[in-house]
């Protein structure tokens, strides 16, 4: 079944510490995102990439990186420099139109 | 960024009871979505709406894209058990700027 594989589902992070969120998906989609929710709150991009070897910050880049060096693939390392990291992160994807995302099941990071 | 307001933040409903939740904005979408969040879970995409005016059912749900283009809300017929959860609206100003914005929620519960 295609469908978007978010690992692992439970992440803790030290002070100091890059810890990087796998995503892969086999639906073939070119765009991919991250979100950030925190208890209560909407989802809040992070960054999104359209096509392979290209990506965009988005409302809340600072302290995240990411790649995109295949289309199935699109990994978030949360820096040092990240100073709240803790919540729930969700990988998603869609077609070029950018409309309809679907959604992994999420990783929750938190701090040690 | 562009804020949506979900309403209402909560509901506690009796299992059977019709449940509607609204999402407003200050400027006008081109496309308005509907997801469901389970505890734990990523979203799932229950509606999109694409045309002001255009109303859509998936099931029980019935979702509406408002004649204004800012708003838009989504009803819930004949509630069980299994509607608990967070529903989120979402929508995008630009189409194809790959950068949805997503209300806070509305957390449901459903009272056997």
């Known amino acids: 079944d295609g469908g978007i594989t978010q690992s692992p589902k439970y992440l803790f992070r030290k002070e100091g510490q890059n810890v990087t969120l796998s995503c892969e998906q086999n639906?073939?989609?070119?765009?991919m995102y991250w979100y950030r929710q925190d208890p209560g709150q909407g989802l809040r991009l992070i960054y999104y990439?359209?096509?392979?070897?290209?990506?965009q910050k988005g409302d809340i880049a600072e302290g995240y990186s990411v790649s995109r060096e295949k289309k199935e693939s699109f990994p978030l390392t949360v820096t040092s420099a990240q100073k709240n990291p803790t919540a729930f992160y969700l990988c998603?994807?869609?077609?070029?139109?950018?409309?309809?995302?679907?959604f992994g099941s999420g990783t929750q990071l938190s701090v040690l | 960024g562009q804020q949506l307001n979900q309403s209402p933040q909560s509901m506690f409903i009796q299992e059977g009871e019709d449940v509607s939740m609204n999402c407003t904005s200050s400027s006008i979408f081109n496309t308005w979505l509907w997801y469901k969040q389970d505890p734990g879970e990523g979203p799932v995409l229950l509606i999109a709406l694409y045309k002001a005016g255009e109303l859509t059912s998936n099931g029980r749900l019935t979702a509406q894209f408002g004649i204004t283009r800012k708003d838009s809300f989504l009803n819930i017929s004949a509630s069980i058990p299994s509607d608990v959860g967070i529903y989120f609206c979402a929508g995008d100003e630009r189409a194809g700027s790959y950068q949805l914005t997503f209300g806070k929620g509305t957390k449901l519960s459903v009272i056997p």
């Open positions: 998603a994807s869609s077609t070029n139109s950018g409309e309809k995302l679907f």
């Open positions: 990439s359209q096509i392979v070897n290209d990506f």
């Open positions: 639906l073939n989609h070119d765009a």
